[in-house]
């Protein structure tokens, strides 16, 4: 069982500005990536359940977050059907990321009053979240539409929360430009979580990157 509310997810998005996404089979390795990012002052993790058994890893990593890491939120993403966020909201998932909007898993998901974030890429499809109910609209592929886009999006409706995923580096011009265009958070992976980083087992360097990140779009937001 969800131990947050959706609105209790999307103000912890809003205030901390970033959301780590990370997916990787090995269970231990997972929590010292995990333990980094809480160390850093990341208070999100998005596991991007992408591999056979990844429910099995997620359920370690969720009940190690709830017993070792108070106030650390545990979500899931690339969730593609309302079975699958069934079954992670089982595991205690307090939110539920897609690639695109499925009405199926918007459904499920309220019922438990689980955030909802799905990927979105038209005006239209925002519309659409907005009315069954999701908080935060993911963009997907960020690099694709970027922060015009989302400038563009947020002229007609002001009240639209956003947060953009992949295109989004630790690099200042790169946030700098995403949060000026009125980005709520952002989502970061393989941009903060490297590869090197999991091979060379690097996790002091890991908690220094996200707590340089997340200071650093403290400032950006605070000067915009």
Same mark, same amino acid.
């Given at each position: ?115 909802? %974030?799905?990927?979105?890429?038209? =005006?239209? /499809? ?10 935060? +609209? $993911? !963009? ?53 979580? %490297?590869?090197?980083?999991?091979? =060379?087992? /690097? ?10 990140? +997340? $200071? !650093? ?8």
């Amino acid at each position: 069982m969800a131990r947050y509310s959706r609105l209790e997810v999307a103000k912890v998005m809003q205030e901390t500005g970033m959301v780590p996404l990370f997916y990787h089979p090995d269970v231990e390795l997972g929590k010292k990536v995990l333990k980094a990012c809480y160390d850093g002052g990341a208070r999100l993790l998005e596991f991007t359940a992408r591999g056979d058994f990844a429910y099995e890893v997620f359920s370690e990593l969720n009940k190690y977050a709830l017993s070792e890491l108070p106030g650390m939120i545990m979500g899931v993403g690339s969730i593609t059907d309302a079975s699958a966020a069934s079954l992670f909201i089982q595991m205690g998932a307090n939110f539920i990321v897609t690639p695109s909007l499925r009405e199926d898993i918007a459904v499920t998901c309220n019922r438990r009053k689980i955030m909802y %974030s799905p990927g979105c890429g038209s =005006l239209t /499809e925002i519309n659409r979240a907005e009315e069954l109910g999701v908080e935060i +609209i $993911k !963009l997907f592929p960020g690099s694709t539409y970027g922060p015009g886009f989302v400038k563009a999006i947020k002229g007609p409706q002001p009240w639209t929360s956003i947060m953009p995923t992949g295109g989004v580096s630790t690099e200042t011009d790169n946030l700098k430009a995403w949060f000026a265009s009125g980005v709520t958070c952002v989502g970061m992976g393989s941009q903060l979580i %490297s590869n090197r980083i999991l091979e =060379l087992a /690097e996790f002091d360097e890991l908690v220094q990157k996200v707590e340089n990140t +997340i $200071k !650093l779009i403290k400032e950006i937001k605070a000067s915009l």
